[in-house]
């Protein structure tokens, strides 16, 4: 079955610095990958998704996040936080079902801390 | 307001009641999801809806859970006598077809409280 490890349960980073948040999968095939932000009180957005092609994906907000294949990762990265991204951020890997339907599988989160 | 509403947003209930959850897609989204959030599990899967019917219920914990589709639109997630491991935040997701290239839309989720 597959599965999703987010290592980092919480990060703190300060106002302007870049940030990385890891993402490792396990899954037999080419993977669909996924990563997610939920704000305070707010819904999961999507911020980004990789399906197949250009390894490094560009999603909203500034954010990217690179597919690995070898590292079985998908880090997303960000060059310079906001305050506004302060948020818990899922990373999750996409499946068919045996049923035909996609669902996701979601890592455990990493929240982010943002300091002045 | 275009995207997927849940209702009620907070629920507090007593051991061994029934609750209701409700869930609106967004119009026109023939795939509808529930997940469960909580502490120590994270995200989990429950059920999954394409039109009417349910193909897939293989995350429903126990047979305490139960869902439906109505008019291919609104799901109720009915969770009978209560318990205080169902504590959570359960949320809906829509997407267009079900496909693995369309994006799920999350509503706000309903908070649950099991006393």
């Known amino acids: 079955a597959q599965s999703v490890t987010q290592p980092d349960i919480h990060i703190t980073v300060s106002e302007g610095a870049s940030l990385e948040l890891r993402c490792n999968y396990s899954?037999?095939?080419?993977?669909?990958l996924f990563w997610y932000v939920q704000s305070p009180g707010q819904g999961l957005q999507l911020l980004l998704k990789?399906?197949?092609?250009?390894?490094l994906v560009q999603g909203i907000k500034g954010f990217e996040a690179e597919f690995k294949r070898s590292q079985s990762s998908f880090n997303l990265r960000k060059p310079s936080v906001h305050w506004s991204d302060a948020a818990e951020y899922f990373c999750?890997?996409?499946?068919?079902?045996?049923?035909?339907?996609?669902?996701?599988?979601f890592g455990t989160g990493t929240r982010l801390t943002i300091i002045p | 307001g275009a995207g997927v509403s849940q209702s009620p947003s907070n629920k507090v209930t007593e051991k061994g009641k029934d609750v209701e959850l409700r869930c609106d897609p967004i119009?026109?989204?023939?795939?509808l999801y529930w997940y469960r959030q909580s502490l120590g599990q994270g995200l989990e899967f429950l059920i999954y809806?394409?039109?009417?019917?349910?193909?897939?219920k293989s995350g429903l914990p126990s047979d305490r859970f139960s869902a439906e589709r109505t008019g291919g639109s609104v799901s109720t997630l009915t969770i009978q006598r209560t318990q205080q491991e169902d504590s959570a935040v359960y949320l809906c997701?829509?997407?267009?077809?079900?496909?693995?290239?369309?994006?799920?839309?999350f509503g706000p989720g309903t908070r649950l409280t099991v006393l």
């Open positions: 997701a829509s997407s267009l077809m079900g496909l693995p290239t369309d994006t799920q839309y």
């Open positions: 899954y037999g095939a080419t993977p669909y």
């Open positions: 990789y399906f197949s092609g250009d390894t």
């Open positions: 999750a890997v996409g499946d068919k079902s045996n049923f035909g339907n996609e669902k996701l599988t």
């Open positions: 119009s026109g989204h023939t795939a």
């Open positions: 809806f394409q039109g009417n019917s349910a193909p897939d």
